[in-house]
């Protein structure tokens, strides 16, 4: 169906960057919108950014004015620009594909989730 890759994650030190990659592929027609997700040990996942295909985008207060996320449609491709990085970002980070229409139609819509990437931010 559909396989969901995510990558760039590692160790970075406090004030440091990271870029986020995530590609969607398989047998899509059209996907509503990505965004990327984020897990630490003892906490419910959240929601960091997402964007839509139009472009609108929505980010956790937390990480706003220092993530960007974009959006390359031809290549089902999502990135996440990390900056001024701290230590409370890291969790393992994880893209989401929403509402993704397959040529299969007897198949419905569907959300699918990579299996995440660590993203470490330590001194």
């Known amino acids: 169906q559909v396989q969901v890759a995510e990558s760039g994650g590692g160790l970075v030190q406090p004030g440091g960057s990271l870029r986020l990659s995530c590609t969607a592929s398989?047998?899509?027609?059209?996907?509503?919108?990505m965004g990327w997700y984020r897990q630490a040990p003892g906490n419910q996942r959240e929601l960091v950014a997402v964007?839509?295909?139009?472009?609108?985008?929505n980010y956790v207060d937390s990480v706003k004015g220092r993530f960007t996320i974009s959006r390359d449609g031809a290549k089902n491709t999502v990135y996440l620009q990390m900056n001024s990085l701290k230590p409370e970002d890291t969790a393992v980070y994880y893209c989401k594909v929403d509402q993704v229409l397959l040529t299969d139609i007897l198949i419905p819509p569907g959300d699918y989730w990579g299996q995440g990437t660590q993203v470490t931010v330590s001194s």
């Open positions: 398989g047998s899509i027609l059209s996907i509503y919108a």
């Open positions: 964007i839509s295909g139009s472009g609108t985008t």
